[in-house]
């Protein structure tokens, strides 16, 4: 099992680098420049850009920029060929790179530090993501264990057809429309955002009123994007469980459980329930990136400041710094996700064994 781990991290890391090498080329090779957004600003010289140039190091090689921004400037010759100019002026204003969690400093956000950037929006990510998680497990395993229970019958043709065609519909698009029946004419939830302009928390804990107020606030913009963005992960957890369930179901042991006299309830939920569990931790993975990847659009149609909306933004001001700092951490999150539950998968099914030979 050590080997197995050991031996599964280290490939997650080589994932880790060749994401950060692709993602790397990919930005060399689009149109424009990080410094494209000086062409919106009628008073930017050529000037501006050749000192801008200069500081950043933009006229350095790729290779060498991708060095740079991947282990650091600091331990690099000190002269322009190696070093930015802003590192050579003032060394402790060096990129350090992305193994020591420095990913340069912003150029749309004034000079910002990249990952302080990011981690202001951090937070509104996860409670999105983890939201929509927790409202996929609870709406998608029970709605997948009643229809396996009820199928061929009304309530599973029911499920089965709903599921369809909601699915074919661009869940986006859904929320979007949602969006303005809900927020904009029957002004039942929040049009924007993650809380009112105002709603702050309490400065004291002691406060029982006011974290009240703010964790209402809080809930009231959450409820619509979470329970968008977790349409497509409550029909995938549905979907998983019904077959495996009806798989389990037509197995021997259950049967003979059955033969034997065991209660229903008993033989559902040890017999059934716990084996047809075993896909469903896998499926958890896929299902946790397809929220995290479609943050990107609930976060724009919603106006949730996480990090997927900060994506867009960086894209359309080509700030690189922000914008690798994102495709760096979505790769090692994704990476480490799958990685975690194939551990899990280990602990969690006694029968799976792996090869440590080969």
Not at 229 to 254: C, H, K, P, Q, T
Not at 275 to 287: D, E, H, K, Q, R
Not at 288 to 313: Q, Y
């Amino acid at each position: 099992m050590t080997r197995y781990i050991v031996r599964r991290s280290i490939q997650s890391f080589f994932l880790i680098w060749l994401a950060t090498l692709i993602g790397f080329t990919i930005y060399q090779l689009a149109p424009g420049g990080p410094l494209q957004f000086l062409d919106d600003d009628p008073k930017a010289t050529s000037a501006d850009a050749n000192r801008l140039t200069d500081i950043y190091g933009l006229n350095r090689s790729v290779f060498v920029q991708y060095i740079v921004w991947l282990t650091g400037e600091d331990w690099l010759p000190n002269n322009l060929t190696w070093r930015s100019g802003l590192c050579i002026a003032d060394s402790t204003r060096c990129v350090r790179g992305i193994i020591r969690l420095d990913f340069g400093r912003s150029f749309f956000f004034k000079g910002q530090p990249a990952i302080d950037v990011i981690v202001e929006r951090i937070p509104a990510s996860f409670v999105l993501a983890f939201s929509s998680l927790i409202i996929s497990v609870v709406g998608g395993v029970p709605l997948g264990i009643y229809a396996a229970l009820k199928r061929g019958k009304l309530p599973d043709h029911f499920i089965r057809i709903s599921t369809v065609l909601v699915n074919t519909v661009p869940h986006w698009w859904l929320g979007l429309l949602l969006l303005i029946v809900l927020g904009g004419f029957l002004g039942l939830v929040p049009l924007s955002g993650m809380q009112t302009i105002g709603v702050d928390p309490p400065t004291s804990i002691f406060d029982v009123n006011g974290w009240a107020e703010f964790l209402r606030d809080r809930l009231h913009h959450l409820i619509l994007p979470a329970t968008v963005s977790a349409i497509g992960g409550w029909i995938g957890f549905s979907r998983i469980l019904r077959f495996e369930m009806l798989e389990v179901l037509n197995l021997d042991y259950v049967r003979t459980a059955r033969a034997k006299g065991v209660p229903e309830r008993l033989v559902l939920w040890r017999h059934v329930l716990r084996n047809a569990i075993m896909p469903f931790v896998t499926g958890l993975s896929s299902i946790f990136l397809l929220v995290i990847s479609g943050s990107v659009l609930f976060e724009t149609v919603f106006s949730w400041p996480g990090m997927g909306r900060l994506f867009i933004t960086s894209i359309n001001a080509r700030d690189f710094p922000v914008m690798m700092a994102l495709f760096v951490i979505g790769s090692f999150l994704g990476i480490m996700g799958i990685l975690m539950v194939d551990i899990l998968y280990s602990f969690v099914d006694p029968r799976v064994k792996y090869d440590i030979v080969s």
